[in-house]
């Protein structure tokens, strides 16, 4: 959990046995993370948002951000509910 690509590669070369199958990582528009989940995906590892509406210290500056909010009026979707689908994409 939380493994960067880096780290992945590292470890990576020692799963004999057993192989990661999920890496819960903070994931939501402002931190997509795309290297990430390019690498985990080639390597069938699942990519799981651990905090998909944003980390702690930046949650409501993530709800109130201006292009989550105009999606929000054009789609008619809660601003959580944005970041929820954007994840499932």
Request: glycine share 6%.
């Given at each position: 959990?939380?493994?960067?690509?880096?780290?992945?590669?590292?470890?990576?070369?020692?799963?004999?046995?057993?192989?990661?199958?999920?890496?819960?990582?903070?994931?939501?528009?402002?931190?997509?993370?795309?290297?990430?989940?390019?690498?985990?995906?080639?390597?069938?590892?699942?990519?799981?948002?651990?905090?998909?509406?944003?980390?702690?210290?930046?949650?409501?500056?993530?709800?109130?951000?201006?292009m989550v909010?105009?999606?929000?009026?054009e789609?008619?979707?809660?601003?959580?509910?944005?970041?929820l689908?954007?994840?499932?994409?």
């Open positions: 959990s939380n493994f960067n690509v880096e780290a992945l590669r590292l470890l990576l070369p020692h799963c004999r046995t057993a192989r990661p199958r999920l890496n819960q990582v903070e994931r939501h528009p402002l931190l997509p993370q795309w290297d990430l989940l390019d690498f985990c995906s080639r390597r069938g590892i699942a990519v799981q948002a651990h905090t998909p509406l944003g980390g702690t210290t930046g949650k409501s500056d993530l709800l109130d951000h201006p909010s105009r999606v929000s009026d789609t008619g979707l809660t601003a959580a509910q944005v970041f689908t954007w994840n499932l994409r």
